[in-house]
């Protein structure tokens, strides 16, 4: 699932929902099943030397099945809710809704020009940015980012995202702007409306 965490992540808390007013399709545990079998074989592919590429379409309505039936319990704490539009030609958009006293807290500035010490509540983050891979490496460029509706600079963003992102390998968190290796020998992801080609 480590792939698909990948592109999840990036999207969600960059780290992506549908755009406003479109109302989200209904998630189904057989959508759910198709992508972890999607998962399981690009896996497969990636531990064995095959010369021939591999090409493995998910959907936009297989990830945010995923999201809803099995990725809840490999989300941070306080991280609920997440959902993720693929808008094509490399665009992605997404939501989640999180917990902002936690990011606050974590900082404790003393500043009061400090725009973290406004963050409050359970609110929904969105993000909307563009995808792009090449040989093993993705990068997410950030175009637009809210949180609560309310339009929020990159480095608010990140703030957001490098809480959320931290691990004992990682302890400052990630990086909007850091490359990422694919897993699995994943040689590119094209992101056409909807779906996402992966190409191994």
């Known amino acids: 699932m480590k792939l698909f965490l990948a592109v999840a992540s990036v999207a ?10 479109a109302p989200a399709p209904s998630a189904s545990r057989r959508d759910a099943e198709l992508l972890r079998q999607k998962v399981a074989t690009i896996n497969a592919h990636g ?11 998910i959907t936009e309505n297989e990830v945010n099945a995923y999201l809803v039936f ?12 997440p959902s993720v539009t693929i808008l094509g030609t490399g665009r992605l958009a997404g939501r989640a809704v999180v917990d902002l006293d936690a990011v606050r807290r974590a900082k404790a500035s003393p500043s ?10 359970r ?3 969105t993000a909307t940015g ?23 600079p990159k480095i608010l963003l990140q703030e957001i995202v490098s809480y ?7 302890p400052s968190g990630v990086g909007l702007d850091d490359p990422f ?14 779906q996402a080609i992966i190409v191994q």
């Open 181 to 194: 290796a694919l897993p699995a020998r994943i040689r590119e992801i094209q992101v056409e409306r909807g």
């Open 164 to 170: 959320y992102s931290r691990t004992p390998e990682k």
């Open 130 to 152: 563009v995808l792009t891979t090449s040989n093993g490496v993705g990068r997410f460029q950030l175009e637009s980012a809210a949180v609560g509706g309310v339009p929020i």
């Open 47 to 57: 531990e064995r030397r095959v010369s021939q590429p591999r090409r493995t379409t």
């Open 123 to 125: 609110l929904p983050v």
């Open 12 to 21: 969600v808390l960059a780290a992506a929902v549908p755009e406003a007013g």
């Open 70 to 81: 099995d990725a809840r319990e490999q989300l941070p704490a306080g991280v609920v809710d």
């Open 112 to 121: 009061i020009l400090d725009p973290t010490n406004f963050l409050t509540g």
